[in-house]
Protein backbone atom coordinates (compact mmCIF):
# COMPACT_ATOMS: atom_id res chain seq x y z
CA UNK A 1 0.00 0.00 0.00
CA UNK A 2 1.28 3.45 -1.05
CA UNK A 3 0.86 6.45 1.20
CA UNK A 4 -1.90 7.94 -0.61
CA UNK A 5 -4.28 4.67 -0.76
CA UNK A 6 -3.51 4.86 3.15
CA UNK A 7 -4.35 8.28 3.62
CA UNK A 8 -7.31 7.46 1.28
CA UNK A 9 -8.16 4.89 4.24
CA UNK A 10 -7.91 6.74 7.01
CA UNK A 11 -10.07 9.88 4.59
CA UNK A 12 -12.63 7.41 4.71
CA UNK A 13 -12.88 5.91 8.22
CA UNK A 14 -12.48 9.70 9.73
CA UNK A 15 -15.72 10.38 7.66
CA UNK A 16 -17.65 7.48 8.97
CA UNK A 17 -16.68 8.17 12.32
CA UNK A 18 -17.93 11.74 11.77
CA UNK A 19 -20.76 10.49 10.17
CA UNK A 20 -21.49 7.84 13.14
CA UNK A 21 -21.09 11.02 15.96
CA UNK A 22 -23.19 13.41 13.87
CA UNK A 23 -25.94 10.57 13.77
CA UNK A 24 -25.38 9.42 17.77
CA UNK A 25 -25.47 14.12 18.24
CA UNK A 26 -28.72 13.95 16.45
CA UNK A 27 -30.02 10.91 18.31
CA UNK A 28 -28.89 12.77 21.82
CA UNK A 29 -32.02 15.52 21.81
CA UNK A 30 -34.43 12.58 21.50
CA UNK A 31 -33.25 10.35 23.93
CA UNK A 32 -32.75 13.46 26.11
CA UNK A 33 -36.62 14.18 25.00
CA UNK A 34 -38.08 10.61 25.66
CA UNK A 35 -36.04 10.52 29.24
CA UNK A 36 -37.98 14.04 30.06
CA UNK A 37 -41.23 12.49 28.89
CA UNK A 38 -41.07 9.51 30.89
CA UNK A 39 -40.24 11.04 33.83
CA UNK A 40 -43.27 13.59 33.70
CA UNK A 41 -45.06 11.12 32.77
CA UNK A 42 -44.52 9.14 36.05
CA UNK A 43 -44.98 12.67 37.80
CA UNK A 44 -48.15 13.36 36.43
CA UNK A 45 -48.70 9.53 37.42
CA UNK A 46 -48.15 10.01 40.48
CA UNK A 47 -49.55 13.62 41.15
CA UNK A 48 -53.13 11.68 39.84
CA UNK A 49 -52.75 8.47 42.61
CA UNK A 50 -52.26 11.24 44.96
CA UNK A 51 -55.38 13.30 43.95
CA UNK A 52 -57.39 9.99 43.66
CA UNK A 53 -56.31 8.85 47.32
CA UNK A 54 -57.14 12.40 48.60
CA UNK A 55 -60.75 12.26 46.64
CA UNK A 56 -61.51 9.18 47.77
CA UNK A 57 -63.21 9.80 50.82
CA UNK A 58 -64.67 6.64 52.07
CA UNK A 59 -61.37 4.71 50.51
CA UNK A 60 -63.37 2.33 48.46
CA UNK A 61 -60.97 2.86 45.33
CA UNK A 62 -63.95 4.71 43.69
CA UNK A 63 -64.64 8.01 43.21
CA UNK A 64 -68.09 9.28 43.69
CA UNK A 65 -69.58 12.18 41.80
CA UNK A 66 -69.98 13.72 44.99
CA UNK A 67 -66.00 12.82 45.66
CA UNK A 68 -64.95 14.03 42.14
CA UNK A 69 -66.86 17.15 42.51
CA UNK A 70 -65.03 17.96 46.12
CA UNK A 71 -61.64 16.76 45.51
CA UNK A 72 -61.03 16.02 41.45
CA UNK A 73 -63.27 19.16 39.73
CA UNK A 74 -61.70 18.11 36.24
CA UNK A 75 -62.46 14.63 36.57
CA UNK A 76 -65.93 16.26 37.93
CA UNK A 77 -66.27 17.87 34.86
CA UNK A 78 -65.76 14.82 32.64
CA UNK A 79 -67.54 12.11 34.83
CA UNK A 80 -70.47 11.17 32.29
CA UNK A 81 -67.80 10.95 29.60
CA UNK A 82 -65.71 8.72 32.35
CA UNK A 83 -67.99 6.50 33.38
CA UNK A 84 -69.19 4.95 30.57
CA UNK A 85 -70.63 1.78 31.82
CA UNK A 86 -72.58 4.36 34.18
CA UNK A 87 -71.72 2.71 37.13
CA UNK A 88 -71.89 5.88 39.38
CA UNK A 89 -67.99 5.90 40.82
CA UNK A 90 -64.83 5.74 38.74
CA UNK A 91 -61.66 3.86 39.56
CA UNK A 92 -57.90 5.01 39.29
CA UNK A 93 -57.63 3.22 36.26
CA UNK A 94 -60.53 4.69 34.49
CA UNK A 95 -59.32 8.41 35.13
CA UNK A 96 -55.61 7.19 34.23
CA UNK A 97 -57.16 5.65 31.30
CA UNK A 98 -59.04 8.68 30.44
CA UNK A 99 -56.11 11.05 30.68
CA UNK A 100 -53.79 9.12 28.75
CA UNK A 101 -56.45 9.32 26.10
CA UNK A 102 -56.69 13.18 26.09
CA UNK A 103 -52.82 13.41 26.27
CA UNK A 104 -52.48 11.42 22.98
CA UNK A 105 -55.32 13.72 21.19
CA UNK A 106 -53.06 17.12 22.15
CA UNK A 107 -50.33 18.69 19.66
CA UNK A 108 -46.92 18.48 21.39
CA UNK A 109 -45.94 21.35 22.95
CA UNK A 110 -49.74 22.22 22.79
Known amino acids: M???TIV???ARRGA???LCGAALAALAPSAH???TNAARVQQMEAELQKRFAA???DHDGRVTRAEAQAGMPLVFQ???EIDS???GSLTLAQIAAFARAKAATRKPGG
Open 78 to 80: HFD
Open 55 to 57: ADL
Open 2 to 4: NTT
Open 33 to 35: AQS
Open 85 to 87: AKA
Open 16 to 18: ALA
Open 8 to 10: AVF
